[in-house]
């Protein structure tokens, strides 16, 4: 049974930072892409970044040069380096895992629909 938990969210001001972590069990990271998502209240989840079997990674425009995605393949962990924060941001973060077509379609409205396994989501807020 796959499992992945996230953690290390939070609440932050404006140009703070946070780092997001993803646990996995039952799952090697090493075998898929994965990626992080985020949903505000009322609005539609989102791909915010992805990084495939390759260390290649994409982002969406939103975060480009403010987040960082990596995982280490020994710890079967995920992360996600927030720089920047912006009131934006606030949003609930969840952890992705297999992302099939979605990996290198990461700004599509519906990537989420490609994601195969999901954490149960860490809070971020961003006050201004």
């Known amino acids: 049974q796959v499992q992945l938990v996230e953690s290390g969210g939070g609440s932050v001001q404006a140009g703070g930072s946070l780092r997001l972590s993803c646990a996995a069990s039952?799952?090697?990271?090493?075998?898929?892409?994965m990626g992080w998502f985020r949903q505000a209240p009322g609005k539609e989840r989102e791909g915010v970044a992805a990084?495939?079997?390759?260390?290649?990674?994409s982002y969406a425009d939103s975060v480009k040069g403010r987040f960082t995605i990596s995982k280490d393949n020994a710890k079967n962990t995920l992360y996600l380096q927030m720089n920047s924060l912006k009131p934006e941001d606030t949003a609930m973060y969840y952890c992705?895992?297999?992302?099939?077509?979605?990996?290198?379609?990461?700004?599509?409205?519906?990537?989420?629909?490609?994601?195969?396994?999901w954490g149960q989501g860490t809070q971020v807020t961003v006050s201004s």
């Open positions: 039952g799952y090697t990271y090493s075998s898929s892409c």
């Open positions: 990084i495939d079997i390759d260390g290649s990674t």
């Open positions: 992705a895992a297999d992302l099939g077509w979605s990996c290198r379609s990461l700004t599509n409205r519906r990537s989420w629909s490609g994601v195969n396994y």
